[in-house]
C-alpha cells in the first residue's frame, strides 16, 4: 500500500524507525520467551490469544494486536502485490490490506465464504485472511520448540514467536509485529 502524498519525508521516517524499534522489541520478546522455555518449567504468557485457523492449521495471536474479527467481504485488487496480499479493503471508512495467512503457508486456494478477516491495527490497517476463528486461549504455556514435536507448517513464515501448549495441543504463536508489517513488501 502506498504512503498518502501528505505524509512527509519526516512523519515517514519516524514511522519506519518505530517500526524498526518495535521489530527489534519483538525479537526480544521471542528471545527471552525461548530462554523462559529453556529454564526448566514451561512459564504462562500473560494474556489472550485469538486462535485462527488456516489452511488446515492453527496458530495463536495476541489479542492485543487485533481490533475485530469480520466476514470476508469484497476484496479490490493491487496490482504487482506479492502473492500474500489480496488487495486492499475498507474497514470502517480506512483502507485495509488484506493479507491471505494461506498463501504465506504456500497453500493455494480459493477462501470460502464463510471465511473471516481478522483486523489488526497498527501503523497502517491489515486484514489477515483466516479460515475460520476458533476461541480465545487464555495465558497459554510457552513450550522449548525442542520436545521432540516436528516442524510446523509456520516456521517458514518468519511470523513465528514460539510454540504454546493449549488444551488442544501445541500451537504457533505468531509475533504481531511480523504480522502487522507483512503488507510491506514481505
Known amino acids: 500500500m502506498v504512503d498518502s502524498p501528505s505524509m512527509t519525508a519526516e512523519a515517514q521516517a519516524r514511522r519506519a524507525s518505530v517500526q524498526k524499534r518495535l521489530a527489534l522489541l519483538e525479537e526480544e520478546v521471542v528471545r527471552l520467551r525461548r530462554e523462559l522455555a529453556t529454564l526448566g518449567e514451561a512459564q504462562r504468557l500473560p494474556g489472550l490469544f485469538l486462535t485462527v485457523e488456516v489452511a488446515g492449521t492453527t496458530a495463536l495471536l495476541p489479542v492485543e494486536a487485533v481490533v475485530e474479527v469480520v466476514r470476508l467481504v ?101 509475533r504481531a509485529s511480523a504480522v502487522l508489517a507483512i503488507s510491506e513488501g514481505s
Do not use: F, K, N
Open 74 to 174: 469484497a476484496i479490490e485488487p493491487l496490482p504487482a502485490a506479492q502473492p500474500h496480499v489480496l488487495g486492499t479493503m475498507l474497514y470502517r471508512g480506512t483502507p485495509a490490506v488484506v493479507v491471505d495467512l494461506a498463501a504465506m503457508l504456500r497453500v493455494r486456494r480459493e477462501p470460502d465464504l464463510d471465511a473471516h478477516l481478522v483486523i489488526c491495527s497498527g501503523p497502517r490497517t491489515v486484514a489477515l485472511l483466516v479460515d475460520r476463528v476458533r476461541d480465545l486461549v487464555e495465558s497459554p504455556l510457552l513450550v522449548d520448540g525442542g520436545e521432540g514435536d516436528a516442524p510446523t507448517s509456520w516456521d517458514g513464515t518468519g511470523l513465528m514467536a514460539g510454540l504454546c501448549r493449549t488444551p488442544e495441543g501445541i500451537r504457533p504463536l505468531l
